[in-house]
């Protein structure tokens, strides 16, 4: 089993409506990230969180909301999805300043 | 000024041949960097981390971190169409503590 699940893989949901993004972690880190991926642009931070009880804005913050549920899980919504939210999108863990583990992706389509 | 920046490209190298990779970064008190590897629609991996001045060697990688100049780069050895990928370099820790920030990833071609 992968020590990052996100659910689900593949999502296509329609303008307007709610989504729920889950991840969750075997491997114990406190830090937890969302990352949104778009050709040519990198990933850019959406949310992060220290611990259930810090979580913090990224760089496009705006239109997304987290929910980060005990130390393994760390949810990402999408309250009213529209079309230009269409990525892929990634969770990522790790221990203090060291290296991240990613998740296998969610890539989701806003029609 | 972005936080974290590289070369787009793409670039292309002919196999066997040496591919250097560039990133420069803004804050410069950041303390932690890494290169990933990622395939197109893939998870990215990582391949080095370097946390202090100097060059770090790993097989036919070399990380290469210079604080002063604010720049951090990635050479690979004998390249291989294997390495074909988007290479993502990473920063973190300094003034925005904890904040793992990336930068829009270099594509490598390595060509037979």
């Known amino acids: 089993d992968a020590d990052v699940t996100q659910t689900p893989r593949n999502r296509i949901t329609k303008t307007g409506k709610r989504i729920m993004l889950e991840c969750s972690q075997t491997k114990g880190h406190d830090r937890m990230y969302w990352y949104r991926q778009d050709p040519g642009l990198g990933l850019r931070l959406i949310y992060y969180s220290f611990d259930v009880k810090d979580i913090n804005k990224g760089e496009i913050s705006d239109g997304y909301s987290v929910s980060r549920q005990a130390q393994a899980k760390f949810s990402l919504s999408l309250e009213s999805a529209i079309p230009n939210q269409t990525a892929l999108y990634f969770c990522?863990?790790?221990?203090?300043?060291?290296?991240?583990?990613f998740g296998q992706g969610t890539r989701l389509t806003v029609v | 000024q972005k936080e974290v920046e590289q070369n787009s490209g793409p670039l292309s190298v002919p196999e066997g041949a040496i591919a250097s990779l560039n990133c420069t970064y803004s804050d410069r008190v950041s303390q932690s960097f890494f290169w990933y590897r990622q395939y197109s629609g893939k998870s990215p991996e990582l391949i080095m981390s370097?946390?202090?001045?100097g060059d770090k060697e790993d097989g036919r990688f070399t990380a290469q971190l210079n604080k002063a100049s604010q720049y951090v780069s990635l050479l690979i050895r004998d390249s291989q169409p294997s390495d074909s990928a988007t290479y993502l370099c990473a920063v973190n820790g300094g003034t925005s503590y904890g904040k793992l920030t990336f930068g829009q990833g270099t594509i490598l071609t390595v060509h037979p």
């Open positions: 990522a863990t790790s221990e203090r300043d060291t290296e991240a583990f």
């Open positions: 370097i946390y202090s001045n």
